[in-house]
């Protein structure tokens, strides 16, 4: 393995697998509908172990991709009302379709933690959601 690939798998902050939970029509206003999804997640934020809740807003584009903005809680796995919150973040991105009916995203977000260790992290990756719901998230740290 190259130092270059070695050091680039070194920087994932951010790496959970999970299923859409959720879809809701929030506006058809438009030729142009926006949706709503949610997903539940598990995986790990900065080498810990951590489960999340994902909420984001997709609207449609004229020239067919899709304009997102997501906002996510990061909790310890154990179940309500157990689970301790980690972080929270928000992100934007861009995506487009797979061909496949799922959705390819690419994006940016910024961390928000009681810890001083997670707290102001900005991080950029990518977020896919397969025709079946599946969801894989892998973001890297930027600062």
């Known amino acids: 393995m190259s130092e ?38 598990s995986g790990t934020i900065g080498g810990r ?34 689970n301790e919150t980690v972080a929270v973040w928000k992100g934007i991105g861009v995506g487009r379709s797979d061909g496949q009916g799922g959705i390819k995203w690419v994006g940016g977000i910024t961390v928000h933690s009681k810890s001083e260790r997670l707290d102001g992290i900005a991080a950029y990756g990518h977020f896919t959601v397969s025709s079946d719901g599946d969801v894989v998230q892998r973001f890297y740290r930027v600062n």
């Open 49 to 82: 172990r951590v489960s999340d809740i994902v909420t984001y807003v997709q609207k449609e584009l004229p020239n067919g991709m899709y304009d997102g903005r997501a906002e996510v809680v990061i909790t310890v796995p154990g179940g309500a009302p157990t």
């Open 4 to 41: 270059e690939v070695e050091e680039a798998a070194e920087d994932l902050f951010i790496y959970m697998r999970g299923k859409v939970a959720a879809r809701r029509v929030r506006n058809v206003d438009t030729p142009y509908p926006v949706i709503e999804v949610d997903t539940v997640d």
